[in-house]
């Protein structure tokens, strides 16, 4: 069962899935030739207590396979978030937007 989180613990969460957000969007490389195309994605992962990235579904798929492929590379290059402040692993979503 999922413990009930306490605030501290949600903020810790909140911060944890910041900073991987981040280090998704830095890993990201848009694919030069959609420049402008108002395309996005949302991706639904899992993070294990260790950091381990997996489980990674497009919810949808944004129906451009480049950029979809794109997005999914940026998940297999950061491939680990380190360990998550709550010692339990956590499903994440985020989105991913060719004009932003």
């Given amino acids: 069962a999922e413990t009930q989180m306490n605030d501290q613990m949600k903020n810790a969460l909140l911060a944890y899935n910041q900073r991987l957000s981040a280090m998704l969007s830095r890993a990201w490389s848009k694919p030069s030739g959609l420049s402008g195309v108002?395309?996005?994605?949302?991706?639904i992962f899992y993070v294990a207590p260790n950091g381990r990235i997996s489980n990674i579904r497009l919810n949808p798929s944004s129906g451009n396979?480049?950029?979809?492929?794109?997005?999914?590379a940026a998940f297999q290059k950061v491939g680990s978030a380190g360990a998550t402040p709550t010692g339990d692993g956590h499903t994440f979503t985020k989105r991913f937007r060719m004009t932003d």
């Fill in 38 to 43: 108002n395309l996005y994605v949302e991706v």
């Fill in 65 to 72: 396979r480049a950029f979809d492929q794109s997005v999914l």
